[in-house]
């Protein structure tokens, strides 16, 4: 198993085998871009992506086109961006959004996003707000959350109503360790938690130099290479009928750099992670609601 996953994550760790089209959200009253696997059997499945806080998707650009890469029509609205965002209000916009992207033909006219396969991802507080959503639809058929954070209404709190299949990616050490962790323990579908060793929770944003110069970004390669292959690889399992990638969506599976944690590993690691946090950083979550 260990040689099948490591050849697997350097499969998907490479651009898939679809060129890649960029199109404007605008369309559909809501700002934001769409990103469509060229050439790719229609109709390929949707994948909804939430940005974290003060973000947006041009932070994610390499990200969502390497998605796209591999067969998946992505949608990414620049919605809920300042310092004091609605959380209920971003799901609802990526809802619209998914909604609006469903309806149309896009790329080159050639490729539609299929109803019966649509899944919704996001980094930080976008993860949380992908949990949000997913436990207002039905027709969610898998969610991934990078480093989530807490929402206000609770995304934890929510999960006890969500039966789509779930991948909860964590930072060894993160300080949003506990939100995590309160997701995974409230998931009521399936749900694999792999614990990233050496990824840095704000890592997976993408280079802005004005970003970076006042303390708000902090890319991170090397997070890029541990979840991007992850996440394409969930997807792939979940959304598409080739069991290749049945791998990634296994909790029995091992992948280098990971560990996947069980309900056991939670209940013997301390209750509160926030608890020693500096006060300042509780200031931040009790701001932006993550």
């Known amino acids: 198993m260990a040689k099948k996953t490591k050849e697997l994550l350097a499969r998907v760790s490479r651009r898939g085998p679809y060129g890649v089209d960029r199109g404007d959200l605008g369309f559909t009253g809501t700002p934001g871009v769409v990103f469509v696997p060229r050439g790719a059997p229609s109709p390929a499945p949707l994948v909804g992506w939430a940005h974290d806080w003060t973000r947006g998707p041009e932070h994610y650009v390499d990200t969502l086109k390497h ?18 965002p609605n959380h209920q209000h971003y799901a609802d916009h990526l809802s619209a959004a998914l909604e609006d ?6 790329g080159r006219g050639a490729v539609r996003a299929d109803p019966h396969r649509i899944a919704v991802a996001g980094h930080g507080l976008g993860g949380g707000v992908a949990a949000l959503l997913a436990s207002q639809r039905t027709d969610i058929d898998g969610v991934v959350m990078v480093f989530p954070t807490e929402t206000v209404p609770s995304a934890a709190d929510r999960a006890m109503t969500v039966d789509a299949p779930a991948l ?5 050490g993160g300080v949003h360790s506990e939100d995590a962790r309160e997701l995974q323990r409230l998931w009521r579908g399936d749900l694999v938690h792999r614990r990233l060793e050496k990824a840095i929770e704000t890592g997976l944003v993408e280079r802005n130099p004005l970003l970076e110069r006042v303390g708000l970004a902090d ?4 997070t890029h290479r541990a ?18 990638y049945a791998a990634f969506a296994d909790p029995e599976a091992e992948f280098k ?16 992670l926030l608890a020693s946090a500096p ?3 509780k200031l931040v979550k009790s701001f932006t609601g993550g």
């Open 67 to 84: 998605l796209a890469s591999w067969g998946f029509v992505v949608v990414a609205p620049a919605s809920d961006r300042g310092l004091r």
């Open 219 to 222: 890319p991170d390669l090397r």
């Open 257 to 272: 750099g990971t560990v996947t944690v069980t309900h056991e590993m939670l209940d013997e690691e301390a209750d509160d």
């Open 227 to 244: 979840v991007r292959p992850l996440l394409a690889g969930y997807l792939l399992a979940t959304l598409t009928d080739d069991d290749t």
């Open 279 to 281: 006060p300042m950083l």
């Open 168 to 172: 909860l990616l964590s930072g060894a």
């Open 101 to 106: 992207v469903l309806q149309a033909t896009l």
